[in-house]
């Protein structure tokens, strides 16, 4: 079946410096991808929608300039967080459409930590 | 902007069967049922979906009624590996739709 791999699974940074997630479809191409972000004991909560060759499309009151999102390939995006801070400690998850009858696979998520 | 109901907790004996359920009144012809879950500090596992037909895999069965504005998510015997939150959620197939993400079922296995 498809496969997301989300790397990496957790890390810690230290506040004010950038740390970039990857998302890659390992057997399938997926022209759009989703980042989510999920605080502890709330649902996961869409940051954006990213769109292989254009620009990501972000929801209401997430900063684009914050989060970037880079979707160069038809299998990799990446999610790279500016200047963290510990408000930005947080689980994010990314999903990829295609690769199976279902649509929609998502990856394993990455726990970040800003101290 | 939720889109399905269901209840916040369960608790289900194992072995036994675990029936959730996810009330979702306002969907739309081309949408379907997903059915996800969460064990902690992972990403979200498909169980399964479907249309307007009941559907049936390895892991669970759906059942979804026939004017489709509710649905069942039945595991015909529960493990304690069960535990988890699942997510009811509707969407179309294709297209850039994202999956919203309700508040889901936490349901717990109790041996």
């Known amino acids: 079946g498809a496969v997301v791999s989300q790397h990496p699974s957790r890390v810690i940074c230290k506040s004010g410096t950038s740390v970039k997630i990857e998302c890659r479809s390992l057997?399938?191409?997926?022209?759009?991808m989703f980042w989510y972000r999920q605080f502890p004991k709330q649902s996961l909560m869409l940051m954006a929608t990213s769109n292989e060759g254009s620009k990501a499309t972000y929801e209401q009151g997430v900063e684009k300039d914050k989060f970037l999102i880079n979707h160069a390939s038809l299998t990799l995006s990446t999610l790279t967080v500016t200047s963290a801070h510990p408000e930005d400690s947080s689980f994010y998850i990314c999903?990829?459409?295609?690769?199976?009858?279902?649509?929609?696979?998502f990856g394993s998520g990455t726990r970040l930590t800003v101290v | 902007d939720a889109k399905t109901t269901q209840p916040t907790s369960m608790d289900c004996a194992e072995g036994r069967a675990a029936n959730l359920p996810c009330n979702h009144s306002?969907?739309?012809?081309?949408?379907?049922v997903y059915w996800y879950r969460q064990i902690h500090s992972q990403g979200p596992q498909y169980i399964i979906h479907g249309l307007k037909n009941n559907e049936t895999n390895e892991m669970a069965s759906l059942i979804i009624t026939e004017d489709r504005k509710s649905s069942t998510l039945i595991l015909p015997h529960a493990t304690l590996r069960d535990t988890a939150v699942y997510y009811c959620i509707v969407g179309v197939r294709s297209g850039a739709n994202n999956l919203f993400f309700g508040t889901g079922t936490r349901l717990t296995v109790i041996p």
């Open positions: 999903s990829a459409q295609g690769g199976n009858d279902y649509g929609y696979t």
């Open positions: 057997d399938f191409q997926a022209t759009t």
């Open positions: 306002t969907i739309s012809g081309n949408e379907y």
